[in-house]
């Protein structure tokens, strides 16, 4: 009896059983996004990486340090010091920082409140600046402020007393001018970030703009 009925006849009794396929739905070709994660800077100013570290002084109050880095030179651009860190912290010292060293095209960072707020955001958007977030819980994906804040923290956080915001303002701005002009780097050829700045000083840029937020 099959054999008799017409095609559309059988795709009807077909359908009215419930058995009809559902025609493809033609899919949308996604756009194509660059994975910027695993940037690597090919240039000084490619990209910039940044991070926030905790400390505390000797009375116990706590404190923060915003360190920027440039990954293709390693030099340390910039280092915050301060009882707290907001947005437009993060802002102000982008712009003091880019004042002496050039606009990066790409910032670094984790997903810290502080690097993803929308006035931050929206603020790199007006620079022209791309944003690169690492997934969370992955430090590896930020490895060259990872480093650095390694260092910074065994040579100067945890081996340092400090009294004062000023006073670790001080030390931490003779430690980063070390870090920039003297320290040796594996990655540089064992050279230090910035030698430039000590062998013509009166062409050189800021060694290490460090900043403190408070005055006692």
Same mark, same amino acid.
């Given at each position: 009896?099959? &054999? ?18 559902? !025609? &493809? ?12 994660? #695993? ?5 000084? $100013?490619?990209?910039?990486?940044? /991070?926030? *570290?905790? /400390?505390? *002084? ?8 915003? #360190?920027? *880095?440039? %990954?293709?030179?390693? %030099? ?7 009882? @707290? ?19 990066? +095209?790409?910032?670094? @960072? /984790?997903?810290? @409140?502080?690097?993803? =707020? ?6 790199? +958007? ?15 994906? $930020?490895?060259?402020?990872? #480093? ?5 923290? /065994?040579?100067?956080? $945890?081996?340092?007393?400090?009294? #004062? ?7 931490? %701005?003779?430690?980063?001018? =070390? ?6 780097? @594996? ?9 430039? &700045?000590? *062998?013509? !000083? ?15």
């Amino acid at each position: 009896m099959l &054999a008799q009925l017409s095609f559309k006849r059988a795709w009807r009794l077909w359908k009215q059983r419930g058995f009809a396929v559902q !025609p &493809a739905r033609m899919r949308r070709p996604r756009a194509l996004r660059r994975d910027t994660r #695993s940037l690597q800077a090919a240039h000084r $100013n490619h990209v910039w990486t940044y /991070d926030i *570290l905790y /400390d505390r *002084l000797a009375d116990g109050r706590f404190f923060k340090t915003l #360190s920027i *880095l440039d %990954e293709f030179t390693r %030099e340390c651009l910039a280092i915050h010091v301060a009882p @707290s860190i907001r947005a437009s912290d993060v802002i102000r010292v982008l712009q003091r920082t880019m004042q002496h060293h050039g606009r990066p +095209q790409f910032l670094r @960072s /984790d997903n810290g @409140s502080e690097f993803t =707020a929308t006035a931050v955001q929206q603020w790199l +958007q007006t620079q022209q600046i791309g944003p690169i977030f690492i997934p969370p819980r992955r430090p590896q994906y $930020n490895g060259y402020i990872e #480093s650095f804040n390694g260092k910074f923290r /065994d040579e100067v956080l $945890n081996r340092e007393i400090f009294y #004062s915001l000023q006073e670790a303002q001080v030390i931490i %701005e003779q430690w980063c001018r =070390a870090y920039n002009t003297i320290r040796p780097h @594996s990655a540089l050829g064992y050279r230090p970030p910035a030698p430039e &700045a000590i *062998l013509t !000083p009166s062409l050189a840029q800021p060694l290490c703009t460090v900043e403190t937020a408070i005055t006692t």
